[in-house]
């Protein structure tokens, strides 16, 4: 399995998509932070202001290039089987896949905030504690967050074998529920019953907002509650649903 995993790196991290994706990432940001700054005064918060409202982009990207990287090649090229045809168990190849997503997502993260940093630094930008601790915790909150998206669209692919079925999912997930419920803030679900609050997205965004109340014991359970439900109920059922699916040599 840790050959499968070093063998998985190493063909993603030679991708010049994945140093395209972060060039694309550094501009996207420098062009935000410029247009921040002709907006508001230019201070720490507005820059916190300006990376915080606009950092679901990227993530998103970031999560579907993972997803692609990790899965979509290896359904394409039938690798997996292949490892499973020389004796790697179903259940190996699965778990293999999600630290994959681990590694990249953790990776992929420490790099965005070299980068913010990086922007920040040359725009002359100070933050205060209370806004360095808000950027970086939504950097944290969107690396739990693609991990669980990813993990849970891969469920499709193990169950259906259907690339596309598994990005559907990824884009309804990931933007097109999150849409809904901020549509959806007067209506009798969300004022009486709150059920926004047990979505895995928003799970993570009340986690920050804990750690910055000064909560960060409840803010880490948060994260790690809705790591285990979602994440880890998605992983069991792509274990369960792989050992099932009849694998064609």
């Known amino acids: 399995m840790r050959r499968m995993i070093r063998a998985d790196l190493a063909r993603i991290m030679r991708k010049k998509g994945v140093w395209v994706l972060f060039a694309l990432t550094a501009v996207y940001f420098t062009l ?9 005064a230019w201070a720490g918060d507005s820059f916190t202001y300006a990376v915080c409202l606009t950092l679901p982009v990227p993530e998103f990207f970031f999560g579907l290039c993972i997803f692609l990287w990790i899965y979509g090649d290896d359904f394409a090229s039938m690798s997996m089987i292949t490892a499973i045809g020389r004796g790697l168990t179903k259940t190996k190849v699965v778990l293999a896949k999600f630290l994959d997503t681990l ?3 953790i990776l992929f993260h420490c790099i965005l905030i ?5 922007i920040r630094l040359a725009s002359g930008t100070y933050l205060t504690p209370d806004e360095a601790g808000t950027l970086y915790l939504s950097v944290v909150n969107g690396a739990y967050q693609i991990l669980g998206y990813v993990t849970i669209s891969a469920i499709p692919l193990y169950l259906f074998g259907s690339l596309p079925a598994a990005v559907f999912v990824m884009v309804v997930i990931f933007v097109l529920i999150p849409a809904v419920f901020s549509v959806m803030t007067d209506t009798t679900l969300i004022l009486t019953y709150h059920i926004e609050r047990y979505y895995y997205g928003n799970i993570g965004d009340m986690a920050v907002a804990d750690i910055m109340l000064g909560l960060p014991g409840k803010g880490a359970l948060l994260f790690l509650a809705g790591l285990i439900i979602y994440a880890g109920t998605a992983l069991a059922a792509c274990m369960v649903f792989f050992k099932l699916k009849e694998t064609e040599f």
Not at 32 to 40: D, E, P, Q, T
Not at 114 to 118: A, E, G, K, R, S
């Open 103 to 105: 590694i990249l997502t």
């Open 32 to 40: 935000i932070v410029l247009g921040f700054r002709f907006v508001y």
């Open 114 to 118: 070299v980068i913010l940093t990086v």
